[in-house]
């Protein structure tokens, strides 16, 4: 076991060496005894443990991606709420803080000195949301502005959520909101964006058609036919389908609701999870 300080990340390469796990089997459920007693026998896995994916995996990407180019297939243990369910593809994402500055006056003694950047933005949002379509989505999920009722917003700032099922739908969008910043959002508004972060959608290829007939045979026991979805949400599947590795998606525990406070687990749904890692691995 080796810790990677920096980004904070667990490996775990478990092979036929698992000495250390095997004298502690008796604290372990079926599944972990299985792993432990044959099943990955010749075999060299790796577990990578993350503790910023739902920040944009920003400090871990680079050195789970660096794991993956070495690995055949990738799995990642998102939850599900139907367990016949496993992600395929998921939509890259890109976040954008947008910043408007205009004039502060009085809104009383002399509104037409001012320029509102809280007007603008209103016209900004607009704009922007138009360049949405059937593949392309844009939020405005962060929104500030002005400082007290009776002033003109000299600033405006947003921040946006764009999602894209491929990456020349991410390039299409990104050179039509440049464009639009090429035009006035209101009379004296200076504009300008920044782009924080884009990850990159993750893909069906070639490749992925043999994982998905591996983990179907491996359903097979337990009388499930998988159904293979698309999802608008992101994973650390999406930077690792980056690299050409396949990768397949929500092999974790039943659950939902998630990034609320009614997010749910199915405690009953994780060793049947476990059970299934058990039989891929056999058929890897």
Same mark, same amino acid.
């Given at each position: 076991?080796?810790?990677?300080?920096?980004?904070?990340?667990?490996?775990?390469?478990?092979?036929?060496?698992?000495?250390?796990?095997?004298?502690? &089997?008796?604290?372990?459920?079926?599944?972990?005894?299985?792993?432990?007693?044959?099943?990955?026998?010749?075999?060299?896995?790796?577990?990578?443990?993350?503790?910023?994916?739902?920040?944009?995996?920003?400090?871990?990407?680079?050195?789970?991606?660096?794991?993956?180019?070495?690995?055949?297939?990738?799995?990642?243990?998102?939850?599900?709420?139907?367990?016949?369910?496993?992600?395929?593809?998921?939509?890259?994402?890109?976040?954008?803080?947008? /910043?408007?500055?205009?004039?502060?006056?009085?809104?009383?003694?002399?509104?037409?000195?001012?320029?509102?950047?809280?007007?603008?933005?209103?016209?900004?949002?607009?704009?922007?949301?138009?360049?949405?379509?059937?593949?392309?989505?844009?939020?405005?999920?962060?929104?500030?502005?002005?400082?007290?009722?009776?002033?003109?917003?000299?600033?405006?700032?947003?921040?946006?959520?764009?999602?894209?099922?491929?990456?020349?739908?991410?390039?299409?969008?990104?050179?039509?909101?440049?464009?639009?910043?090429?035009?006035?959002?209101?009379?004296?508004?200076?504009?300008?964006?920044?782009?924080?972060?884009?990850?990159?959608?993750?893909?069906?290829?070639?490749?992925?058609?043999?994982?998905?007939?591996?983990?179907?045979?491996?359903?097979?026991?337990?009388?499930?036919?998988?159904?293979?979805?698309?999802?608008?949400?992101? &994973?650390?599947?999406?930077?690792?389908?980056?690299?050409?590795?396949?990768?397949?998606?929500? /092999?974790?525990?039943?659950?939902?609701?998630?990034?609320?406070?009614?997010?749910?687990?199915?405690?009953?749904?994780?060793?049947?999870?476990?059970?299934?890692?058990?039989?891929?691995?056999?058929?890897?």
């Amino acid at each position: 076991m080796s810790f990677f300080n920096k980004a904070k990340i667990c490996e775990v390469v478990l092979g036929s060496n698992a000495e250390v796990a095997s004298s502690q &089997s008796k604290t372990l459920g079926s599944p972990a005894k299985a792993l432990v007693n044959g099943t990955l026998e010749g075999k060299k896995v790796a577990v990578v443990l993350n503790l910023d994916e739902e920040t944009g995996s920003t400090h871990s990407s680079e050195f789970i991606d660096s794991i993956a180019k070495k690995s055949d297939y990738a799995l990642i243990f998102e939850g599900s709420e139907e367990i016949d369910n496993f992600t395929e593809a998921r939509k890259g994402i890109s976040h954008i803080d947008i /910043f408007l500055k205009g004039r502060g006056a009085h809104a009383g003694f002399c509104p037409e000195k001012g320029r509102s950047a809280i007007n603008a933005m209103a016209n900004c949002i607009q704009r922007i949301n138009a360049l949405a379509n059937e593949n392309v989505t844009v939020n405005f999920g962060v929104l500030k502005g002005g400082t007290i009722a009776n002033a003109i917003a000299e600033d405006c700032y947003a921040r946006i959520d764009v999602r894209f099922w491929n990456n020349d739908q991410w390039e299409d969008f990104l050179a039509k909101f440049k464009h639009e910043f090429e035009i006035p959002f209101g009379q004296d508004i200076q504009a300008s964006f920044k782009i924080l972060l884009v990850n990159p959608a993750m893909v069906v290829t070639e490749k992925t058609a043999k994982l998905k007939e591996i983990v179907t045979k491996a359903l097979t026991k337990f009388s499930i036919t998988p159904k293979f979805i698309r999802s608008g949400g992101v &994973s650390d599947g999406n930077h690792i389908s980056n690299t050409g590795t396949p990768v397949l998606d929500t /092999f974790g525990g039943r659950g939902g609701e998630c990034h609320t406070t009614r997010e749910w687990l199915d405690l009953t749904s994780v060793e049947p999870r476990a059970e299934l890692l058990v039989e891929i691995l056999k058929q890897l």
